[in-house]
């Protein structure tokens, strides 16, 4: 617990996050109370709202995903003879998962408050089109990776990574959906959503934007989310949308690559999209005994990651910098 009340509160990145959007409130004449609580709700109905966000994203859309997922092959990396490493969850884990729950339920209750009041948003359901409806959908997610894609890269800027995306990335295979997706350092939760509640209002000014595409794109991005963080192999393609869980397991293992969600050309475009490898030999089974299980798997390792550790004690940690001479 001390380790989350340090990188929570002793961090710049939380700092300069707390200041800009201070500096907002000031701006737009907004109170706290009413970023936090958008519709004036009481106590007991804005608890039993949050309530009802985690049984939805638990419940329905985690659930979907495991109710799903055993039927789905298995990712290669994640069948060869040696298990993948499974950072362990600890205290500064489940801290952050209890922020970053907060922050998507007051988030949910601002998106909400917008669709509802909007007038660029169409909201009645005889006024849906293939404009509006699912020419906008597709903007959406195309509008959303052409944003994302950037700040993602700019979270891997060594001055940012420690203290911003880190925590995220102790997790080469990540594998517990919703919760891995989620396991990650309040501060980028804000940066990501300020940047998706953009969207809508962009797509808006040109295809027209029904409320039923905005909801199917949170829905969508929140499925992907949580089987980005599987070990299941799902891929779809079509118009241009390249989602597989491949794509961003590799971002896991080579940090530096696959920064775009489900639109890949956005990585094509800055160079940083790469194939995926499993990492396993087709030999590998064959030659599967006790003495070849210890021997280190560097090919399975992030680049950053010392091979010899993960041998010995089944942990992924930094290699050693050496000493300046």
């Not at 001055?159 to 989620?182: E, L, M, Q, S």
């Not at 490898?277 to 992030?302: I, Q, W």
Request: charged share 15%; hydrophobic share 50%; proline share 7%.
């Amino acid at each position: 617990m001390r380790e989350a009340l340090e990188t929570l509160v002793l961090n710049p990145a939380s700092a300069l996050t707390a200041a800009v959007a201070y500096g907002m409130m000031l701006r737009s004449g907004a109170t706290f109370g009413s970023l936090l609580n958008p519709w004036g709700l009481s106590l007991p109905l804005w608890v039993a709202g949050y309530l009802a966000v985690r049984m939805a994203l638990l419940g329905f859309v985690d659930g979907f995903v495991w109710a799903l997922a055993p039927r789905l092959p298995a990712l290669p990396s994640r069948v060869g003879p040696k298990p993948v490493f499974q950072h362990k969850i600890n205290a500064t884990d489940v801290a952050y998962l209890v922020v970053n729950s907060t922050v998507e339920y007051v988030f949910a209750l601002q998106i909400s408050h917008l669709l509802w009041f909007a007038p660029l948003v169409v909201r009645a359901p005889t006024s849906l089109s293939l404009l509006n409806g699912p020419l906008a959908f597709w903007m959406l997610l195309v509008v959303d990776d052409m944003l994302y894609a950037p700040l993602h890269r700019a979270m891997h800027l060594q001055a940012v990574y420690r203290w911003v995306h880190k925590h995220h990335h102790r997790n080469t295979f990540p594998a517990r959906g919703y919760i891995d997706a989620a396991n990650e350092h309040p501060v980028r939760r804000p940066l990501a959503n300020l940047f998706t509640a953009a969207r809508p209002s962009q797509v808006a000014h040109t295809a027209g934007l029904h409320v039923a595409a905005v909801l199917a794109h949170f829905g969508v991005k929140a499925l992907g989310a949580c089987f980005n963080h599987t070990g299941y192999d799902v891929q779809l393609r079509f118009c241009g949308i390249e989602y597989s869980v491949r794509a961003h397991e590799t971002h896991h293992r080579k940090p530096n690559t696959n920064f775009a969600q489900y639109v890949m050309f956005w990585d094509k475009l800055m160079g940083t999209y790469k194939e995926y490898e499993s990492g396993v030999k087709a030999s590998a089974a064959a030659a599967a005994t006790p003495a070849n299980l210890s021997k280190p798997d560097a090919a399975r390792l992030p680049a950053w990651a010392d091979p010899a550790v993960e041998a010995r004690e089944g942990r992924v940690t930094e290699r050693p910098q050496p000493r300046a001479g």
